[in-house]
């Protein structure tokens, strides 16, 4: 059999390292990657800097050009160099031009915000599912499958109108082996974690000192740890919690996961950092309730999700 050409649009770096992984498993085809991109007007604003806040430019997207840059993977900026056989992304909010027509198989990065009134106003008025959030994920109907994290997803997705039959609960990349953080050389132990959000920088309402003051109320007294969002400004977050949560640490990079590991709790909002948190059984206080989250943990299965996927890519290859 011929090889076939594959295109892996990436995103943030935690989908870029999906599409990086699921492609392994590709290696007889030729595969070729791209950041995230868009076409009209939308690219317009992205090439301006007005999108620097999402997956289209600013630190996302250095980050996955860095990371492909230092794997030395094929690059095809907005895939117009081949034709493609088959495409593969974790979001389906956009579906540039040029791939509409193609077979499209579409990954789940990660936890999904919630369906609050922005979801229920702009699908019922039938607007762009970019101009709500990640709650829109899997209501393009562009794609030949999705790759779902987890049964209690699957069911998730099928309530929102995703169509059952094109539903692959595989697992997801990064979120299936949980237990593997657990090994790790982060220092501290029995600690509360709290993990910030970059609400703030992709213009949704946050109530910072509110988060830092409830995160203070949970440890009562035991060691809090900050883990501030890579995209988020990093001096304003600094500034706060050193105003409001006087005496404990800071960090802005270093390995979250094995800093999910080794905490005792997780204070979050609903960001995917809940998925470790989840399938390592902390004790967590989110935005979200315990029975829903519960459903929500990621299939666990040793690692083997980006070969589930695979396999699913192979049978439209053929």
Not at 137 to 152: E, I, N, P, Q, R
Not at 237 to 258: L, V, Y
Request: net charge neutral; glycine share 6%.
């Amino acid at each position: 059999m011929s090889h076939k050409k594959i295109l892996f649009i990436c995103g943030t770096l935690n989908q870029t390292t999906m599409m990086y992984q699921i492609a392994q498993h590709l290696g007889d085809n030729d595969c070729f990657f791209t950041p995230f991109y868009t076409d009209n007007w939308l690219k317009i604003l992205a090439d301006w800097g007005y999108l620097d806040f999402s997956i289209l430019g600013g630190q996302p997207r250095r980050n996955t050009e860095k990371f492909l840059k230092e794997k030395s993977l094929p690059v095809d900026f907005g895939g117009i160099s081949h034709n493609y056989d088959l495409v593969l992304t974790c979001s389906d909010l956009i579906i540039p031009e040029n791939i509409e027509h193609k077979k499209i198989i579409l990954v789940q990065e990660g936890m999904t915000d919630p369906e609050n009134f922005k979801y229920h106003l702009i699908r019922n008025l039938g607007l762009p599912r970019y101009l709500a959030n990640t709650s829109m994920t899997g209501l393009s109907d562009a794609y030949m499958k999705f790759c779902v994290a987890s049964d209690g997803f699957k069911e998730i997705f099928i309530k929102k109108g995703v169509k059952p039959e094109k539903i692959e609960v595989t697992g997801i990349p990064n979120f299936d082996n949980c237990r593997s953080y657990l090994k790790n050389d982060f220092p501290y132990q029995k600690y509360v974690l709290a993990a910030t959000s970059h609400l703030r920088e992709t213009f949704k309402y946050e109530n910072r000192k509110a988060f830092i003051e409830k995160a203070v109320a949970i440890a009562n007294g035991r060691q809090l740890l900050f883990k501030l969002h890579p995209n988020e400004n990093l001096s304003r977050a600094r500034e706060e919690i050193e105003r409001w949560a006087s005496g404990s640490m800071i960090f802005s990079d270093g390995n979250t996961n094995h800093m999910i590991a080794n905490c005792d709790t997780l204070v979050t909002r609903y960001s995917t950092v809940l998925f470790v948190a989840l399938a390592l059984g902390k004790r967590i206080f989110s935005d979200l309730e315990s029975e829903y989250l519960q459903k929500l943990t990621p299939l666990q299965n040793g690692g083997r999700s980006a070969k589930n996927i695979a396999a699913v890519c192979e049978q439209y290859l053929d």
